[in-house]
């Protein structure tokens, strides 16, 4: 059964419930379009964090590390400065620790519902945010773009494809990222010493104590290593902003560029196929004590418009008016 709900409660939240399969999945337009739930009701399987008791006030404390987030600008920028080939923007600094501006402002705006349906075996909704000078962001960042959110429901999983349009005349800066929240434990009953996470990565990006790169790329060490043989436990220890260049990984004999986590107790699977706009990988699991832990893809490097490196090692690129960037993820369970 196929069903779109657009004014499904959810923690007294006004949020869209789509079905399809074996899949429920809850998005709030009013969050910045998050995924708030994504479960996989034959298996048991939570995807993302997810508390019966958690509140709404709870979620909107932080709503970075609550279910999907998409972030942009994502993760740290030094002193606030985002540089591009034509401008100089000073954003406010909101890390005040480290002295960075940090996960950029479109994942707090309320996102319009453009359209949705059911349809072929699917769940399809459709949501936007256009930024422009009536955003109190426009003082700091006065380039107007358009970001939309198409959420696909089947019993294939959820894919979500992310629109990115220049309307404005300035340059674009282009750098995407998820702060995808993993349940632990992500199976009903189970237990997070029984997950095992995989992650293909190729080098790692050296961070200095800002949590900045030094634009170093640095041969993987046994702790790195166990990202690529699936053996890295992922909460229970303290991940701190492990950042690696992405490359092609296998499920089940066959390529697979994404990560996966599995329960090793009965083998379920939580897959997250990325397109190949993403890049890069960086994982943390907030001291690995709270019940969930973050590999999240993102297409460029931290700090990415700011590094002397080029667009082909850093994976930053801007876009001019009138164009649009899009990437894509899937995620699945097993």
């Not at 002295?99 to 950029?104: L, P, S």
């Not at 256009?130 to 380039?143: A, G, L, R, S």
């Not at 629109?163 to 009953?189: E, F, Q, R």
């Amino acid at each position: 059964m196929n069903h779109i709900d657009l004014n499904f409660m959810f923690k007294e939240i006004k949020c869209v419930r789509m079905q399809s399969g074996k899949y429920t999945c809850i998005v709030a337009p009013s969050m910045g379009a998050a995924v708030l739930r994504l479960r996989d009701e034959e298996n048991k399987i939570e995807v993302f964090r997810y508390k019966d008791d958690c509140t709404a006030d709870t979620i909107n404390q932080a709503r970075e590390i609550w279910g999907l987030p998409t972030l942009y600008l994502p993760n740290r920028f030094d002193n606030g400065v985002i540089k591009t080939s034509d401008g100089v923007y000073n954003m406010p600094v909101n890390e005040e620790k480290l002295g960075n501006f940090i996960h950029g402002w479109v994942h707090k705006r309320p996102h319009e519902v453009e359209c949705y349906s059911t349809q072929d075996k699917k769940a399809v909704l459709v949501t936007s945010y256009t930024f422009d000078k009536n955003d109190e962001m426009y003082k700091y960042f006065p380039v107007d773009f358009k970001i939309s959110y198409t959420f696909t429901l089947t019993d294939k999983g959820l894919l979500q494809e992310i629109y990115l349009t220049n309307n404005s005349d300035k340059a674009l800066p282009v750098s995407i990222c998820t702060h995808t929240c993993l349940n632990a434990p992500m199976c009903d009953g189970g237990r997070e010493d029984t997950m095992r996470l995989c992650v293909p990565i190729g080098e790692k990006c050296e961070l200095n104590e800002r949590c900045l790169p030094t634009e170093k790329l640095l041969p993987l060490n046994d702790w790195d290593k166990e990202y690529n043989d699936g053996t890295k436990m992922p909460t229970r220890q303290v991940i701190s902003n492990d950042m690696y260049t992405a490359e092609m990984n296998t499920l089940d004999g066959k390529e697979f560029y994404g990560a996966f986590v599995t329960d090793t107790a009965n083998g379920h699977k939580i897959c997250n196929e990325v397109s190949k706009e993403f890049r890069f990988w960086n994982m943390w699991n907030d001291n690995g004590d709270k019940g969930y832990f973050c590999p999240e893809p993102m297409t460029a490097m931290i700090n990415s418009p700011n590094l002397s490196l080029s667009g082909s090692v850093s994976g930053y690129e801007e876009i001019t008016k009138g164009h649009t960037f899009k990437c894509w993820q899937r995620f699945f369970t097993v």
